[in-house]
């Protein structure tokens, strides 16, 4: 029988959420509560790979096991056997044709920057003092909305397509607090994190509202802001079509 786990971490101490040797991971933990309750590997299939000190509300994975539990019992144990900072929200039964990654249909994003800093939130958000015009910081997010080639804003990209669509793209301000959110189709690598740090430039008077428009036409990555610290960096939610 198939599963499909929901499930929220802090990313702080983690190396993103691909397994990878020497290095300490999200999927890696996974794995190890898998194994202590199966007594054997288990291979899981994720939505997407989270990058190091990147958080999420909703990732989701999913995998086959041969155990007769429910869904509650599965969510009890894996929640037992893992740390802290990761955190089972819901285990439901899919179908054998079920693909966390290939099935998802949109997924959300959001990054919280903080104008004042608080010594709490100094892993979860990004201090960020300089001033920001926000109407400006609106209409530069909005001009990611709509299906364009995304190469210039993504990290190393190898056979994999660059064409995505942004379906809703915003800015919440609440108090000294900057939410951006985008829904999209797919994002590709540190892909967030350079349209934000170029619309923060934008904000701050360093680059033009045009450079949006010119590094998707030129698909040269030097145009962009820097790479934004990953920690203000959230998957909220993965979403599936209703079978």
């Not at 993965?238 to 079978?243: A, L």
């Given at each position: 029988?198939?599963?499909?786990?929901?499930?929220?971490?802090?990313?702080?101490?983690?190396?993103?959420?691909?397994?990878?040797?020497?290095?300490?991971?999200?999927?890696?933990?996974?794995?190890?509560?898998?194994?202590?309750?199966?007594?054997?590997?288990?291979?899981?299939?994720?939505?997407?790979?989270?990058?190091?000190?990147v958080h999420a509300?909703?990732?989701?994975?999913?995998?086959?096991?041969?155990?007769?539990?429910?869904?509650?019992?599965?969510?009890?144990?894996?929640?037992?056997?893992?740390?802290?900072?990761?955190?089972?929200?819901?285990?439901?039964?899919?179908?054998?044709?079920?693909?966390?990654?290939?099935?998802?249909?949109?997924?959300?994003?959001?990054?919280?920057?903080?104008?004042?800093?608080?010594?709490?939130?100094?892993?979860?958000?990004?201090?960020?003092?300089?001033?920001?015009?926000?109407?400006?910081?609106?209409?530069?997010?909005?001009?990611?909305?709509?299906?364009?080639?995304?190469?210039?804003?993504?990290?190393?990209?190898?056979?994999?397509?660059?064409?995505?669509?942004?379906?809703d793209a915003n800015?919440?301000?609440?108090?000294?607090?900057?939410?951006?959110?985008?829904?999209?189709?797919?994002?590709?690598?540190?892909?967030?994190?350079?349209?934000?740090?170029?619309?923060?430039?934008?904000?701050?008077?360093?680059?033009?509202?045009?450079?949006?428009?010119?590094?998707?036409?030129?698909?040269?990555?030097?145009?962009?802001?820097?790479?934004?610290?990953?920690?203000?960096?959230?998957l909220v939610e993965?979403?599936?079509?209703?079978?």
């Open positions: 029988m198939r599963y499909k786990v929901t499930l929220s971490y802090d990313g702080t101490h983690y190396h993103g959420f691909q397994k990878q040797q020497n290095s300490h991971s999200i999927e890696a933990e996974i794995n190890q509560a898998l194994f202590k309750i199966h007594k054997k590997p288990i291979k899981i299939i994720a939505s997407g790979r989270t990058d190091k000190g509300l909703g990732q989701v994975f999913d995998f086959k096991s041969h155990l007769k539990m429910t869904c509650e019992q599965f969510k009890k144990a894996l929640n037992s056997y893992l740390p802290k900072d990761i955190y089972i929200k819901e285990v439901e039964v899919v179908s054998d044709h079920f693909n966390a990654r290939h099935s998802a249909v949109k997924k959300t994003y959001k990054y919280i920057i903080n104008q004042e800093f608080d010594v709490f939130k100094r892993s979860h958000e990004l201090y960020y003092p300089y001033k920001i015009d926000i109407a400006l910081l609106k209409e530069a997010t909005k001009s990611f909305i709509g299906t364009h080639d995304f190469y210039g804003f993504a990290g190393y990209v190898k056979d994999k397509p660059t064409i995505k669509t942004i379906y800015v919440v301000v609440d108090q000294s607090r900057i939410i951006i959110t985008f829904i999209g189709n797919g994002f590709l690598k540190y892909m967030v994190r350079k349209m934000v740090g170029t619309i923060l430039d934008i904000s701050s008077g360093k680059k033009p509202l045009s450079i949006i428009d010119t590094i998707f036409e030129t698909k040269d990555r030097n145009l962009c802001g820097k790479t934004i610290n990953p920690e203000g960096l959230y993965v979403d599936y079509e209703r079978n």
